[in-house]
């Protein structure tokens, strides 16, 4: 393959207005669709996602395949899943030079991405990296950890407020059920924060790209993590009630006030403990509580 066409030239507003004007391409607000135009930006997103010529790579969003370049670039291979049809013949176009990308036009949320990881990396963790649209991230960042794809790592672009919430612990306004999920998972960093004009169009807030690295092994030792989910879910619907009567007034939930109040005290936690108050361990000491009540 000729190397000098292996160089990533996306990346900058001309080479993007020019792409969007040969194609006449119309920007659809319900994909969330803000492409990124600063090489800086993609570049500190190389460095963070560390991509080797051994890794397999699946983006998410590829917009006109402008990160999927650098990936390409770095990566042995890359897939790029793209929900927008009107997309795939500019991806074609941009990604003529590289020969180990394949493009997939699918919704990221429909895709079984446990086969693609096997089929592509032989089952071994693979890395994600996006800049993710935002209406759908949560869902995204959760069905890759809940459903056990082998990830290494996630390195993405979300929205700065969403990036705080996944890195942040207790005593924080931002901390939540989000938080708990991610480092249950993962370690979150928050490797930059990048502006409303670094992107076209420009989204009305600002951005952080967050590395979430996978736990080798598991951080809490917890029974019943679905148990331990359901509990934490309850104690941050009802953020301005004690852990007790969140808990107590959930409709996901059937324990006793009685049982409630053993399962807290069991965790070494004062009866009137908000939830927001409780580490990701003592959520997990919390579970494995009402489980050991069953068990007697
Ligand atoms: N990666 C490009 C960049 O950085 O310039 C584009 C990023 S843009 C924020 C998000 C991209 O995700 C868009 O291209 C959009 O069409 C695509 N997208 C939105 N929802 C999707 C879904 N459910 N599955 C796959 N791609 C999706």
Redesign the pocket.
């Known amino acids: 393959m000729d190397t000098e066409k292996r160089k990533p030239y996306l990346g900058t507003p001309q080479a993007t207005i020019a792409i969007l004007d040969k194609y006449k391409f119309v920007f659809?607000k319900k994909?969330?669709?803000?492409?990124?135009i600063d090489p800086h930006v993609l570049d500190r997103i190389m460095e963070a996602a560390g991509i080797t010529p051994e890794d397999f790579v699946l983006?998410?969003?590829?917009?006109?395949g402008?990160?999927?370049q650098y990936l390409a670039a770095n990566a042995r291979e890359v897939t790029a899943?793209?929900?927008?049809r009107a997309?795939i013949p500019i991806l074609h176009d941009t990604l003529s030079g590289f020969d180990n990308v394949e493009i997939i036009n699918?919704?990221?949320?429909k895709l079984d991405i446990r086969a693609l990881a096997q089929r592509k990396n032989g089952g071994r963790p693979i890395k994600v990296v996006?800049?993710?649209?935002?209406?759908?991230t949560t869902p995204?960042i959760m069905g890759l950890f809940e459903s056990r794809v082998p990830v290494e790592s996630i390195t993405i672009?979300v929205q700065k407020e969403v990036a705080d919430r996944m890195q942040t612990g207790p005593g924080s306004k931002d901390y939540g059920a989000l938080s708990l999920a991610v480092q249950y998972y993962a370690d979150p960093e928050i490797v930059a924060n990048v502006p409303p004009n670094c992107?076209m169009p420009r989204p009305n807030v600002g951005s952080s790209v967050i590395r979430l690295k996978s736990h080798p092994t598991p951080v809490v030792d917890v029974k019943d993590e679905k148990l331990m989910f359901r509990l934490i879910r309850a104690s941050f619907n009802q953020r301005r009630k004690t852990l007790v009567n969140g808990l107590k007034n959930s409709p996901d939930l059937s324990f006793t006030k009685e049982q409630i109040e053993a399962a807290v005290t069991a965790i070494g936690k004062p009866l009137n403990i908000r939830g927001e108050a409780l580490t990701l361990e003592e959520f997990a000491g919390l579970a494995n509580a009402f489980l050991s009540q069953q068990r007697t």
């Open positions: 659809q994909y969330g669709q803000n492409f990124l983006e998410i969003g590829p917009g006109i402008t990160m999927t899943v793209e929900i927008d997309l699918e919704d990221i949320l996006a800049n993710l649209p935002y209406y759908i995204i672009m992107f």
